[in-house]
């Protein structure tokens, strides 16, 4: 038995026609079984219960045992004084609130199903990725999209999450939290902690005061990040003007040994990507002003610089390419800063400020975007669903981390449209 399972039977209504009746002969009876609460305190509020009669409106905690509510503490946590009943399915143990009152307790156990529970534990015990891939292709293709829509916004809210205690970090600086989720965006996967760091060392003020200035501008970006020391003086035109920089301001680089090399495409070497980090953001922080101050701009038609002419045959600041590389911005690089850095941030500055108007934009410009390709989009697509956007892949993502890895069946649309079968 699971607590997930209680919570499931409780929130779905899953149980035998009430009125239910306590240990002690209570009677209950359901009108609303309350709304699942998301954060820290009982599992469910607003619930509007009568008991023996009497209407209750307050919180619902749900356990496997009523021990448990001691065992989790809640008779020492104030944030339990409202529980109006206790939910289990063993009652082993009377229990007190802070304030030392008794909730009354419900048994669930004879009040559902057995075979629910026993279709429920049939699925998770699957060796597959989805514990639901047998049947997978059953389920209607609407309960499927009605899914990635809620995967999607979930997704979202989560990274405004990340966004929000980046901004707390900040003191509020909206600029640089765009700075920081770029090239936290342009590092990924392996570099994104050291491009942070470097995002962290090289302050926006200095940068504002070269941004202007190609030449000063590139040299503290690849300066701060150690590359140029590590580099020498050798055949690239920043070194000496790195040098000039690091004793005007004082500047202590990051250690070179954060980068890592292995195992990597050449395009997706550190170096490149600090550069075209140095070449962006002049640009990105005029689109992100253009948002904020209510002009718009379609976020496609953000200008994606190319790279100085240095890069045409390097990859590493210190080693020279035979080949011709190209200057321009891949249309999947651009992809992954828009998916992963700029509609993330468009959403949660929406959010922030109630410009939901700005938040429809975002959606909008994940559904003008192709759909990505990635290990997880490909279990969704083996199973026959069809991506069209990358608001369906990034759905993809959160649709499994969230709820299929887990193994959160009773909280997916499609765990329960299976198991009610």
């Known amino acids: 038995m699971t607590e997930d399972f209680l919570h499931y039977l409780w929130r779905f209504r899953q149980l035998k026609p ?16 309350g709304y699942p609460n998301a954060n820290s305190g009982p599992d469910f509020e607003q619930a509007r219960i009568r008991i023996n009669g009497q209407l209750w409106v307050g919180s619902v905690e749900i356990h496997i045992r009523s021990s448990d509510w001691n065992r989790h503490q809640h008779q020492l946590d104030p944030g339990y004084n409202n529980v109006i009943l206790h939910v289990v ?16 307790c419900l048994s669930l156990d004879g009040l559902y199903d057995t075979q629910l529970y026993w279709r429920f534990e049939q699925r998770l015990q699957g060796t597959k990725s989805l514990a639901c891939a047998e049947s997978f292709r059953e389920v209607d293709a609407i309960k499927k999209h009605q899914m990635l829509e809620r995967a999607c916004i979930l997704r979202l809210e989560q990274k405004s999450e990340s966004l929000n205690l980046a901004l707390e970090e900040l003191g509020g600086n909206w600029d640089a939290l765009l700075y920081r989720s770029l090239a936290k965006a342009l590092g990924a996967p392996v570099n994104s902690p050291a491009m942070e760091s470097l995002s962290r060392v090289l302050k926006l003020e200095l940068w504002r005061k070269y941004q202007d200035k190609d030449l000063q501008r590139d040299a503290l970006f690849l300066g701060m990040a150690g590359l140029l020391t590590n580099g020498g003086s050798g055949d690239n035109p920043w070194f000496s003007e790195f040098q000039f920089l690091r004793h005007k301001h004082k500047l202590e680089e990051l250690d070179f040994s954060i980068w890592k090399y292995s195992r990597m495409r050449p395009a997706n070497f550190p170096d490149r990507r600090i550069a075209q980090l140095s070449q962006l953001l002049p640009y990105a922080l005029q689109w ?3 948002i904020r ?51 993330p941030l468009q959403f949660f500055y929406a959010k922030k400020t109630g410009r939901y108007e700005l938040q429809d934009a975002a959606l ?54 299976l198991l009610n079968r």
Request: hydrophobic share 35%; net charge neutral.
């Open 293 to 343: 101050e209510g002009r718009g701009l379609e976020m496609q038609a953000l200008y994606w610089p190319e790279l100085p002419q240095f890069w045409c045959n390097h990859y590493r600041l210190k080693n020279t390419s035979k080949s011709n590389i190209g200057l321009h911005w891949s249309e999947a690089l651009k992809q992954s800063l828009l998916i992963n850095a700029l509609i």
């Open 364 to 417: 909008d410009s994940l559904m003008k975007l192709p759909a990505e390709a990635n290990r997880l989009t490909r279990i969704y697509e083996q199973l026959g669903l069809k991506l069209r956007s990358a608001f369906d892949s990034q759905a993809c993502i959160a649709w499994y981390k969230n709820y299929c890895q887990p193994k959160k069946c009773l909280t997916c649309t499609l765990g329960n449209e």
């Open 288 to 290: 992100f002003a253009s």
């Open 89 to 104: 399915q063993e009652e082993d143990q009377l229990i007190y609130t802070e304030k030392g009152w008794a909730p009354p």
């Open 18 to 33: 009430d009125p239910w009746f306590m240990k002690n002969g209570g009677r209950i009876e359901v009108l609303h079984p």
